[in-house]
């Protein structure tokens, strides 16, 4: 417990610092380079890492996901991803002895999805420039406010199990503490903007409808790494974090909710001026 609680405060102080160079080149790299050690780890337990040809031409395409948060990259976004595909079948083609399709499929959706989530982080903020904070809470508040819920609600009074052969531990009345929580922490973080900024407009009844979506969502992703560890016998995705395991590990409730708030803010705006 202590070490997971120091390497926690390392994260959480490591993390703050990035946000310092937000909206600049350099959170982007940042953020590049988690993507990479995300995709790593899952080539790595998968054992799609063995193939060395096909993980490095993952590894180059993940790397140029997250900047298509700059407009010169998005144009290029179709033709760079027809590439990909096109490098991917004929590796498959050369090494088709050695490496299976299950290979390819999942080489191909590491490598997009993992990245394009974690570029969300930067696409919000270009959504939304002057409130990219109160929309980045949101994400971070239903993946791992509602998951701190869930946990202390399943201990607390956690009898029916959620999905025991996917994660033992997680219940039912966990996942309801787990809504719960994502919609009364939603409530305070827009308590507190409007507080802060007395002329913005917040819709509640978007925001109310979202929070627990975004906190089943969280749950998801949790759930979909976990099973993946399940299916190739691991129990961490790496060691990078002493405690919590690899970047997999601790970001795995906050793929799917990542990419949700941005298309929210696309397409429902929950806060205007």
């Avoid at 498959?92 to 982080?121: M, N, T």
């Amino acid at each position: 417990m202590k070490t997971r609680i120091i390497s926690a405060t390392v994260g959480l102080v490591l993390l703050a610092a990035a946000f310092l160079v937000y909206g600049t080149v350099f959170f982007t790299i940042i953020v590049d380079i988690i993507s990479l050690i995300a995709v790593f780890e899952l080539l790595k337990s998968t054992g799609i890492w063995k193939h060395k040809v096909l993980s490095l031409i993952s590894l180059i395409y993940a790397a140029y996901i997250p900047f298509i948060c700059y407009s010169e990259a998005q144009n290029f976004f179709l033709p760079i991803t027809f590439l990909f595909v096109v490098a991917l079948f004929i590796t498959f083609l050369i090494k088709h002895k050695e490496v299976k399709f299950s290979d390819i499929s999942g080489s191909f959706f590491f490598a997009l999805l993992y990245p394009f989530s974690f570029a969300c982080l930067n696409l919000i903020g270009s959504a939304s420039p002057n409130f990219s904070v109160f929309y980045l809470l949101l994400a971070f508040a239903a993946a791992w406010i509602s998951d701190t819920g869930a946990y202390f609600t399943g201990l607390a009074i956690g009898k029916h199990k959620l999905c025991p052969e996917i994660s033992p531990k997680k219940t039912i009345e966990g996942a309801v503490g787990g809504l719960v929580s994502a919609i009364i922490s939603y409530l305070l973080i827009a308590a507190i903007f409007s507080a802060i900024y007395p002329d913005i407009k917040v819709n509640y009844i978007i925001l109310i409808i979202i929070a627990p979506i975004a906190s089943i969502l969280g749950m998801i992703g949790d759930l979909s790494a976990s099973v993946i560890k399940r299916e190739y016998g691991i129990k961490d995705y790496g060691n990078i974090m002493p405690g919590h395991g690899g970047v997999m590990d601790r970001f795995d409730s906050i793929l799917f909710v990542l990419p949700l708030i941005y298309f929210i803010i696309t397409l429902a705006p929950i806060i205007k001026i």
